[in-house]
């Protein structure tokens, strides 16, 4: 019985014991380190995009408009469930929009060339070091009508449908993308819709919408300074 990553890593080490290998990555100091790695990569980015979406609908209540508007009418009461994302595409825009603009992990992660190789006409010797540099795709003027400017049309088609878009890749790409993508964008999903379906996000009292600031807190990952917002019930 697999119930989770670490049975998998447990059989997967017992069938490799079983079979005489002596050698094997699977010990438990690997298995240790391998789950931190996936709290550590997984808490935060996901906390942290949670925030930047409450915090530009607070900023922009004509696109919160729309979400509530979207969920009261496609959703109602009932509890959201995945599989009525495709059903929701403005709050589906918004999602995409929010991680676009928000750009939290602008760097991606150091890699390290193992090999010489040549990319677009580039040598790069054995052991460089390489930062894929995401915010050079998901704020290229080339691909965004409006690169720095929060727009959900960015990901609608003329009659309002989601559309996807190349140049959208704030998990990275290749074969060392973001293993946890599709956990991200459920639990982006379930609590982002839960959310807006029972509160309305506003500015603190005497704080204007103008006056949220949408600059980020600079480190590893880009974090939204510190805000204070009301959460009002809709119920
Ligand atoms: C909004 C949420 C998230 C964003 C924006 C995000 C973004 C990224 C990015 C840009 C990378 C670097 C990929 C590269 O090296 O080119 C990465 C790596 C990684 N992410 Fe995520 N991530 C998110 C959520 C998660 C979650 C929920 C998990 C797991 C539960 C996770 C686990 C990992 C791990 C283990 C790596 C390292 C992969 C490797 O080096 O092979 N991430 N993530």
């Given amino acids: 019985m697999c119930r989770c990553f670490v049975d998998a890593f447990l059989t997967h080490k017992q069938n490799l014991e079983e079979a005489g290998d002596k050698d094997s990555l699977y010990h438990d100091e690997n298995l240790v380190y391998s789950v931190i790695n996936l709290f550590a990569a997984g808490t935060d980015t996901t906390a942290n995009t949670l925030q930047w979406c409450l915090l530009f609908m607070a900023k922009y209540p004509q696109f919160q408009d729309q979400v509530q508007e979207e969920l009261s009418r496609v959703?109602?009461?009932?509890?959201?469930r995945v599989e009525d994302r495709k059903n929701l595409p403005y709050t589906d825009?918004?999602?995409?929009?929010?991680?676009?603009?928000?750009?939290?992990?602008?760097?991606?992660?150091?890699?390290?060339?193992?090999?010489?190789?040549t990319f677009q006409g580039?040598?790069?010797?054995?052991?460089?070091?390489?930062l894929p540099l995401l915010t050079?795709?998901?704020?290229?003027?080339?691909?965004?009508?409006?690169p720095n400017?929060?727009?959900p049309s960015h990901f609608l088609d003329k009659e309002g449908k989601f559309t996807r878009r190349d140049a959208?890749?704030?998990?990275?790409?290749?074969?060392?993308?973001?293993?946890?993508?599709?956990?991200a964008r459920m639990e982006l999903f379930l609590f982002f819709t839960s959310l807006l379906q029972r509160f309305r996000f506003?500015?603190?009292?005497?704080?204007?919408?103008?006056?949220?600031?949408?600059?980020?807190?600079?480190?590893?990952?880009?974090?939204?300074?510190?805000?204070?917002?009301?959460?009002?019930?809709?119920?």
């Fill in 202 to 235: 506003t500015p603190a009292p005497g704080v204007t919408e103008d006056e949220l600031d949408l600059n980020p807190v600079v480190g590893f990952i880009l974090t939204p300074s510190p805000h204070e917002l009301c959460a009002v019930s809709r119920q």
């Fill in 136 to 146: 050079s795709v998901l704020h290229d003027e080339s691909e965004w009508e409006t």
């Fill in 122 to 130: 580039y040598f790069i010797k054995e052991r460089t070091i390489v």
């Fill in 168 to 183: 959208f890749m704030p998990f990275s790409a290749g074969r060392r993308m973001c293993p946890g993508e599709s956990l």
């Fill in 149 to 151: 400017t929060f727009n």
């Fill in 93 to 117: 825009a918004i999602i995409h929009e929010t991680q676009r603009l928000a750009n939290i992990v602008p760097m991606a992660v150091l890699h390290r060339t193992s090999r010489d190789s």
């Fill in 75 to 80: 959703i109602g009461s009932r509890q959201v």
